[in-house]
């Protein structure tokens, strides 16, 4: 793993490399409240954006609010959320997730991670991708490619997403917390990709833990 000067030089290099976060970025799948983005994260579990944009598209036609979802049988939720597989577990799922919103916060979504993943159905990925998009909060919310990419880098060395969560927030400046999670992401999506990432271009590759992967050039 960098040292911490190592690893605010990787930001400072990303920071001004990638795009960060944009005037269309949206909340998680494009949900317009807090809600509707809980509820997308759940569905997108195990399953491809464009399944869940249906799944969530399909539900939200039903039903926009948690009184409204508890009022569905969980044949229906099921029906309209098949796309995105799971959907039996799901459906119960986010039955269980609308009646704790409603019994235990007052149908209100908490702002505080602590408050979400209180929540059946939210774990720390889902919970700060919502404070990060719904609220406006400073946390870096770990996805496939953020992972990948902080463990390759060296940025954390962590096996499981949660705890490169935890390293990230740990270790992180201050003042990257922001938009760390699209730099992150994008730098995985552009440049330090999955099976053949592009190490000659790489503006953190003198810094990089894992070194060049057999890459492309360009």
Known sequence: MLDSAQIEEVF??????MPGRTSNAKGPKGQPDAFRSCVSCMLSAQSLD?????????????????EEMIALDDAVIAEAIKPCGLYNNKARNIRKFCTALLEDHG??????????????????????????????KD??????HVHRVCNRIGLTAARSAEKTAEQLEAHSPRWAMADGHFWLIQFGKRVCRSRI????ICVVSDLCETGPIGSESE
């Open 12 to 17: 400072r290099r990303l920071s001004e490399a």
């Open 50 to 66: 464009r399944n869940t944009a249906a799944a969530s598209r399909a539900l939200f036609e039903l039903a926009r609010t948690p």
């Open 107 to 136: 149908g209100v979504v908490p702002d505080t991670r602590e408050g979400l993943m209180s929540l059946p159905g939210i774990g720390r990925k889902c919970a700060d991708i919502v404070l990060s998009f719904t609220f406006g």
């Open 139 to 144: 946390v870096i919310a770990v996805d496939t």
């Open 197 to 200: 990432p592009k190490c000659g």
